[in-house]
């Protein structure tokens, strides 16, 4: 086993390779097959029948774990993060010119989630295999046809390779199935709407700020107002306007001054979930949650990045989580303006 590859996995994600790549290679297969167990819609849709869901136990969850297999393997020969593996790579070893070295030792373990073992898997190699290189394929082309309308006028700058983890970004902030909106949006709406109509009882004097909603505002205004830290992390040379890996970071820090507020004046009526200023917030909190996990992937990679900053933006932040981002700027500008109005009206400081 690469001991300092695998230590690497510990020290940028807190998690080994093998447990990470299985997860990344679900997120691919259950796109693939349109499956995801949080859209409640489809469920209420009727379209997780019995059947798919065990077409998904005896093929698609054991192709998964296979495609886990070689992404492991093409990351772990490639000595790099198995988030920045092209996710093509995998069909090296799927039939393609390594395919003969999947199965040698070292293999990871076999751990619980599917029934069976390594020896199973490659009894039924050719048609799990099949599954594998299509959900590769599937994601691939979808990917392709997402970009094209949008991809640069200057065709001489070659296109970043397809690595596993921005396209696992991709899927987060993407929709459930496609025709319908991205998954967070129902979140960032739902809060738009609180904020607005926070804002609108409060112009008609509906509701009126209590002197601990006072304090609490006073404490956000700073962060909502401030924008994105220039130094977190530090501006690369050559730039003055902040960059993606700034403005994502700024999500995590105006989210974590939200919850601090809530917990620190958790006794204050006007923050409770039954109040407008309280559901305004809180939902604006939960909104901004979703786009945690890739923030901190997004600030680990970044860490350890290499080439211009165009560059490593091209490859590692996909267009369906920029638009995210663009949303939930917008989200703490709706907050900020919320907050501004409540501090506007006080007879003194707090």
């Not at 230590?7 to 447990?19: G, I, M, N």
């Not at 379209?47 to 495609?67: F, I, Q, Y």
């Not at 093509?88 to 373990?109: M, Q, S, V």
């Not at 509906?206 to 992390?233: E, F, K, Q, R, S």
Request: charged share 25%; glycine share 6%.
């Amino acid at each position: 086993m690469s001991t300092g590859w695998e230590q690497l996995h510990q020290e940028v994600f807190a998690e080994d390779a093998w447990t990470r790549v299985q997860r990344l290679a679900w997120q691919l297969t259950q796109r693939r097959v349109g499956y995801d167990p949080d859209d409640v819609d489809a469920y209420e849709a009727g379209l997780h029948t019995r059947e798919a869901s065990e077409e998904r136990m005896r093929v698609w969850l054991p192709a998964s774990r296979l495609l886990a297999l070689a992404l492991w393997r093409a990351a772990r020969e490639a000595d790099v993060l198995v988030d920045e593996i092209p996710v093509n790579r995998a069909l090296w070893w799927l039939g393609g010119a390594r395919g003969g070295d999947l199965y040698t030792e070292p293999l990871p373990p076999w751990s619980n989630g599917v029934v069976g073992d390594w020896g199973r898997v490659e009894q039924r190699q050719h048609q799990l295999e099949d599954a594998a290189r299509d959900v590769v394929a599937w994601n691939v082309t979808d990917d392709i046809a997402e970009r094209r309308p949008l991809r640069d006028s200057d065709n001489s700058v070659p296109e970043p390779p397809l690595l596993l983890g921005t396209r696992c970004r991709t899927l987060a902030a993407g929709p459930f199935r496609d025709g319908l909106p991205p998954r967070w949006k129902a979140a960032v709406s739902f809060a738009r709407r609180h904020t607005s109509e926070a804002i609108a009882a409060l112009r008609a004097e509906l509701w009126h700020p209590d002197a601990d909603l006072l304090h609490a505002a006073t404490a956000l205004h700073p962060t909502l107002v401030a924008g994105p830290d220039l130094d977190a992390p530090p501006l690369p040379a050559g730039f003055t306007e902040p960059i993606w890996i700034q403005r994502s970071v700024h999500i995590e820090h105006v989210h974590a001054t939200i919850l601090s507020v809530l917990r620190h004046h958790r006794d204050a009526r006007g923050l409770r979930p039954d109040f407008p200023f309280g559901i305004a917030l809180r939902s604006a909190s939960i909104a901004l949650s979703d786009a945690l996990p890739a923030a901190q992937e997004l600030e680990r990679l970044w860490a350890r990045r290499e080439g211009t900053v165009g560059e490593w933006e091209r490859a590692h932040i996909p267009r369906a989580l920029r638009e995210h981002l663009v949303a939930l700027e917008e989200l703490i500008s709706a907050t900020c303006q919320l907050v501004f109005e409540v501090t506007a009206g006080a007879d003194e400081p707090y």
